[in-house]
């Protein structure tokens, strides 16, 4: 072989190997690396990738609904009144109701007023008794009906053994210990639906 034969073989095998290097370099390139070239010799450098960009999870936006709704039932049958969040019972507790010519009123109502330890005063005397462990009205009061003078409500109770009968002139009474809970459930405005 002939020394232009093999010049000739080495710069075929040269620019071959060059044409290679370009398509690799090119398809490379277009997979995220760039091309540089320094003198006549093309040389492949990778990029650097970019991050992925972190995305927060993704949090659907909900139409606001408002919180159910607390409302008392009151069966005056059964003598318990039912706590209902929504559609659900929440809770309910044993009452004593309005006895045979003091009978509490049915209908539908609404918390009218709402005192902690409350004084009472005598509807047929005028004695005013204060708050403390003998008031009849208990530790709470939470009214719900009136006629003008005279008012209705749910109340605790010194007096016990009356929780379960027909024993008020009208008002609803309860354990200490359920007014508080009942107390700490509702609001003025409260729904209070009393039926037979």
């Known amino acids: 072989m002939t020394v232009r034969n093999s010049l000739r073989i080495c710069l075929g095998s040269a620019l071959l190997l060059v044409s290679v290097q370009w398509q690799a370099a090119a398809q490379t390139a277009s997979r995220g690396t760039a091309m540089s070239q320094t003198s006549n010799v093309q040389v492949s ?28 039932v009151l069966k005056l049958r059964e003598r318990r009144v039912y706590v209902y969040r929504g559609d659900h019972v929440q809770s309910s507790y044993p009452v004593a109701v309005g006895r045979s010519g003091w009978e509490t009123p049915t209908g539908s109502f609404e918390v009218m007023g709402m005192l902690q330890n409350p004084g009472w005063t005598n509807p047929f005397t005028g004695e005013v008794v204060e708050p ?54 509702v609001q003025v405005g409260t729904t209070v639906t009393v039926q037979q």
């Open 45 to 72: 450098v990778l990029a650097p990738q970019p991050a992925a960009l972190e995305l927060p999870p993704i949090q659907p936006i909900l139409p606001d609904v408002p919180a159910e709704e607390i409302r008392l």
């Open 132 to 185: 403390g462990p003998e008031n009849p009205l208990g530790e709470r009061w939470i009214a719900f009906w009136t006629d003008g003078r005279n008012y209705i409500g749910f109340h605790g109770t010194p007096n016990r053994e009356s929780v379960g009968r027909a024993a008020s002139h009208g008002c609803v009474r309860m354990y200490n210990e359920h007014i508080r809970e009942l107390y700490s459930m």
